[in-house]
């Protein structure tokens, strides 16, 4: 289909539609902090790209969340089956989370299908690595500085702690194998160069829009020859 083609409205409505009860709802039971996560602000981003129909608002999160949201779907599927890969579905089979918030946290499921859509249709934003690493930066540091570390308090056991993982990957304690500055530059690097820039690459590959040549100029018509000469 060609990427000059509008996006459907219903797509635009219905993906709005999701987002104006995802917020509401992810506020009331998480709070306002869980949209620091990576793939929390790849949904408003994702939200800009089918309004404005911009390469670049579906590339950023591609970039960013491609890589581990496929492994949040291997995960959700080996949790469904007892043999969790990664534990990063656990929440998803936690009955003290409401059924229906969990049930909107499905969209780690579909939302990168969506975006690899988007991408086709929109055609890859080679700016998206640079714009995304940036972005990601600001949110770690974010993390890292201002938010809490694991584990979350017991009298508040939904609230979002290490988000993003810059405290290490457990969700019971931080990470205790380096100090924990030393983790946090590791992250700033690994991140880009390990997850970003291959998933840049790949992008770039199947869906990045071809710079148009100029058209060449014929030299009989590049002089100005008097009317009436003309060979």
Known sequence: MPADTPLPLWLKLAYSAFVCVLVPVYWRDYGPTN????????VFFTLAAV?????LWAS???????????LWIVDFFGQSVGLPVAGLTEYMFDE??????????FFHFWLPILLVWLVWRLRYDRRAFAAWTVTAWALMLVGFFLMPPPPAPPDNPNLPVNIN??????SEKPQEWMPPLAYLGL????????????????????????????????????????RGLEG
């Open 35 to 42: 949209f620091l996560y990576f793939c929390d602000v790849a």
């Open 51 to 55: 309004w404005t129909e911009k390469g």
């Open 60 to 70: 950023m999160p591609a970039v960013g969340i491609l890589a581990p949201q496929s």
């Open 96 to 105: 003290k989370i409401p059924l229906f918030t969990r049930g909107l946290s």
């Open 165 to 170: 993982y810059v405290f290490g990957f457990g």
């Open 187 to 226: 992250m700033l690097v690994a991140l880009p160069v390990l997850i970003f820039l291959p998933t840049h690459w790949v992008l770039g590959k199947l869906f990045g829009q071809c710079s148009p040549v100029a058209p060449r100029q014929d030299s009989r018509t590049s002089l100005d020859i008097p």
